[in-house]
């Protein structure tokens, strides 16, 4: 078994899915194989994702073709956060107006819910979530329904989603249409919120979890929401760049290169004299910009400038002029492990 290594606190990874596991239809590099080694020693998987337009079976399916190991109880989707959300507030058994795919309309069922397509049939909630094939005419009933006084919710508020031929938009731009037709705004179920995290702890019975994800605004900081250490990894939407300039509660407890890093001693940062260390790295904030020193793993650069940029910037965010010099300079634009 492995000692001192990044995993080894914890009982559960609350995994995001897009961006961490796989892009697209293709895994991300390292990760079907750093799983199975982490479901091997004991450790709890849970695919926790925003994207509501898939069924946990078929996300199960498609991580099984990845060589990821998975069943459809590991898989917690905004889809069932947000039926839970909806049968906590209505009848059992009433009428849902579904703006989405399948995913949505099986976890409304699991709920006792009766989703349906139209505003005709007198909904008395509608739930959005994204979905390949989602039309005019679906958006056009949920604006009917909720402009009819019908519960407004929201699978997630992703303005985007990371896909092998790059972000394309999200359930966050697509709301904006009943959101602003209607002047209505969803209660949102997904991450950052806490709706989705409180679903993925009630499945899990998880006692010391890890939050893992490409996204500050929606992994990073639902785990700052939930009070539970976080991830990040650098295989999806965030950039190194997008670190640095973190607000606090986009601040990732750790930072890897993919989920290989689970599986290594993560390095101490530490702070020496005026600056911050990792590895063959310094950093130190000054004249009101950062400066970075040394050499080694780029992915350490980055650790260390992170310690002194949050050092400085307290509870606000840093210039990205003030940062960016320094992080050309010395690292290259997606820091990863060398070799």
Not at 274 to 303: K, S
Request: glycine share 10%; proline share 7%; net charge negative.
């Amino acid at each position: 078994m492995d000692t001192n290594t990044l995993i080894d606190p914890y009982d559960t990874l609350l995994l995001d899915l897009d961006g961490v596991v796989y892009l697209g239809r293709n895994a991300v590099p390292a990760a079907p194989e750093s799983l199975r080694r982490a479901a091997e020693r004991g450790v709890r998987l849970a695919y926790v994702t925003n994207n509501a337009s898939r069924t946990p079976a078929a996300i199960a399916q498609h991580l099984r073709a990845l060589g990821a190991p998975a069943v459809s109880e590991d898989v917690v989707t905004s889809a069932q956060a947000a039926a839970r959300v909806v049968a906590e507030r209505v009848e059992p058994g009433a009428a849902v107006l579904v703006v989405g795919g399948m995913g949505l309309r099986s976890a409304l069922r699991a709920h006792g819910l009766r989703p349906v397509s139209t505003a005709l049939d007198a909904p008395v909630a509608v739930v959005q979530g994204i979905a390949p094939d989602l039309s005019y005419g679906l958006l056009a009933e949920g604006t009917l329904a909720v402009r009819g006084g019908a519960l407004f919710v929201a699978a997630n508020a992703d303005s985007t989603m990371p896909t092998g031929r790059g972000e394309l938009p999200g359930n966050g731009a697509m709301i904006r249409v009943i959101a602003t037709a209607t002047g209505v705004e969803p209660i949102v179920a997904g991450k950052p919120e806490p709706p989705l995290h409180r679903e993925s702890m009630l499945r899990t019975g998880s006692q010391r979890p890890l939050v893992v994800g490409d996204r500050l605004d929606t992994d990073i900081e639902g785990a700052t929401n939930a009070g539970v250490d976080s991830l990040l990894v650098l295989t999806g939407v965030a950039s190194p760049l997008d670190v640095l300039t973190a607000a606090p509660r986009h601040r990732p407890t750790y930072i890897a290169a993919d989920l290989s890093d689970l599986h290594r001693p993560y390095p101490e940062v530490r702070r020496i004299g005026d600056g911050w260390t990792c590895e063959g790295w310094t950093a130190r904030w000054e004249e009101g910009a950062l400066t970075l020193e040394g050499g080694g793993e780029p992915l350490d650069g980055l650790r260390a400038a992170s310690a002194a940029t949050w050092e400085a910037a307290g509870e606000g965010q840093a210039d990205e002029d003030a940062v960016k010099a320094a992080l050309d300079s010395a690292l290259p634009p997606r820091t990863s492990r060398s070799g």
